[in-house]
């Protein structure tokens, strides 16, 4: 009868049953050689880490995905994920010495150690590579200092909404600087996740700018300077860049953002405390990194320069050039049917964006946003916002859109604009006015292409 602590030889069956009983339950093989103590131990601790594994993963699933965005904790989870692939491979390697065979059959017992090691440091390498990026894109996106202290009981610091400004740039190739050609301001409910966007036309004209150096420099409006600036809204973000004395104090890269951000809050009357701005060109390579975006086009949409190319209509998955056309093409139409489609572009990249897709382009769609999102966003409130965006998730998203006929461009009602801003977030019904234009039909044209209502519709009832 073999005996605890006695040695014994292992026919090739036997090693590398043991062997592959040891990779799913660690210490069976220490056990079946003698060693009970050790055993134990490794059975002990294996199911002590796959219990802890299990509990995260269910029990406290929310909580993770605030903890992906904090770079310690990425960093953190890149070691943990090392260091146990290192240790259960360490523990195959052990159990495979332990139980080897005396002569006949080791190689195939060393083969089966080493491809059951390949199993698990393989997928456990992507999974380190996985963290690793997260904490690189975090790290580089979003900022690691925050202007106000973010406290974990109360990061909106009891406010009870947050107003974020969404801008698209497009820093074209023929074109001096950049243009803010989209600037949607999301209005978020910090209590329920209620979000209303409030969109505003890049050719708004006389623009009153923030107190301070800008409005002594442009006191009535803003009006640009030269041919190369008429004095649009979408201006005011490149002149601030160029003209440091309208900013004083902010260094260079963040005067736009400050002088729009103040800009655009005194249009709207709310305080527009962040923003994040995605360049066009980069966003297209972050659809293409997804595989594409399934959207419905109500009718053809001609696009490019020189009219090279058309949408047909339909629902049909557009590849990340097309569907930047798609949200830029004025062609045979107007800025404002322009916005409306942004919208419903933006909306199908939120849903059409789920784990398994992020998952299978994960690096090329995080070295995407690195080249394409600029932010003031700091991390230390990111955990916070993951959880605002779950309670996003689950409500119908509300969209107005100050356009004509609801204001004029040329001439804007500033106290109408704050007006209907504020009983849309009191949710104020207001008494529908006769509309002054006809419903658009130009190609490409959505529900949002018609006089603009006088308040806020869901996004569904825009996009289909």
Same mark, same amino acid.
């Given at each position: ?48 880490? @796959? ?39 360490? @523990? ?64 909106? %610091?009891?406010?009870?909404?947050? %107003? ?9 190739? %023929? ?44 006191? #009535? ?9 008429? !004095? ?6 490149? $002149? ?34 962040? $923003? ?15 595989? !594409? @975006? ?8 001609? $696009?490019?320069? $020189?009219?090279? !190319? ?15 056309? #798609? ?9 404002? @049917? ?21 998952? %299978? ?104």
């Amino acid at each position: 009868m073999w005996m605890v602590g006695e040695e014994r030889d292992f026919r090739t069956g036997e090693s590398i049953g043991l062997t592959i009983g040891s990779a799913v339950l660690w210490g069976v093989a220490h056990i079946a050689t003698g060693r009970q103590r050790t055993g134990f131990a490794l059975m002990t601790l294996y199911l002590v880490v @796959v219990a802890f594994i299990i509990t995260l993963a269910t029990a406290f699933r929310g909580e993770l995905l605030s903890l992906a965005v904090r770079p310690s904790w990425l960093m953190g989870l890149t070691i943990a994920i090392a260091s146990i692939a290192v240790i259960w491979s360490v @523990v195959i390697l052990w159990s495979f010495w332990l139980v080897r065979p005396a002569t006949a059959g080791r190689s195939a017992a060393a083969a089966t150690a080493g491809l059951l090691c390949l199993l698990i440091i393989a997928p456990s390498a992507w999974a380190t590579r996985l963290a690793y990026v997260s904490h690189d894109v975090v790290s580089s996106v979003f900022s690691a200092t925050s202007t106000t202290p973010v406290v974990a009981m109360d990061p909106w %610091n009891g406010a009870p909404r947050v %107003n974020i400004l969404l801008v698209g740039a497009d820093a074209a190739a %023929n074109r001096v600087g950049v243009r803010t050609d989209s600037m949607t301001v999301a209005s978020v409910d910090t209590a329920t996740g209620a979000t209303t966007l409030f969109s505003l036309p890049r050719n708004l004209e006389q623009v009153q700018l923030p107190k301070g150096p800008a409005r002594e420099r442009f006191p #009535y409006g803003f009006t640009g300077e030269g041919p190369q600036t008429p !004095g649009l809204l979408n201006e005011v973000y490149q $002149y601030a860049e160029d003209h440091p004395e309208m900013v004083p104090g902010v260094r260079a890269g963040h005067r736009g953002s400050t002088l729009l951000k103040e800009t655009v809050s005194d249009i709207l009357g709310i305080p527009v405390r962040y $923003y994040a701005m995605v360049d066009m060109a980069g966003f297209a390579e972050m659809i293409d990194a997804m595989g !594409g @975006v399934k959207i419905t086009i109500n009718e053809p949409i001609v $696009y490019g320069k $020189y009219n090279e !190319g058309l949408l047909p209509a339909g629902t049909r998955k557009l590849s990340g050039a097309e569907a930047l056309w #798609y949200g830029r093409s004025r062609t045979n139409s107007d800025d404002y @049917v322009r916005m409306g489609r942004q919208k419903c572009l933006l909306n199908a990249v939120a849903q059409q964006a789920d784990p398994v897709t992020l998952l %299978n382009s994960f690096e090329r769609l995080a070295a995407a946003t690195k080249r394409a999102i600029s932010t003031d966003i700091p991390q230390d409130l990111l955990p916070a916002l993951v959880d605002l965006g779950q309670k996003v998730k689950g409500t119908h998203i509300r969209s107005l859109q100050f356009v004509p006929p609801l204001i004029s461009t040329a001439d804007p009602d500033w106290n109408l604009i704050r007006d209907k801003v504020a009983d849309a977030l009191e949710d104020r019904p207001t008494a529908p006015k006769p509309a002054t234009a006809k419903p658009s039909s130009t190609p490409g044209s959505t529900p949002s292409a018609t006089p603009s209502p006088q308040g806020p519709i869901s996004l569904d009832q825009v996009c289909g």
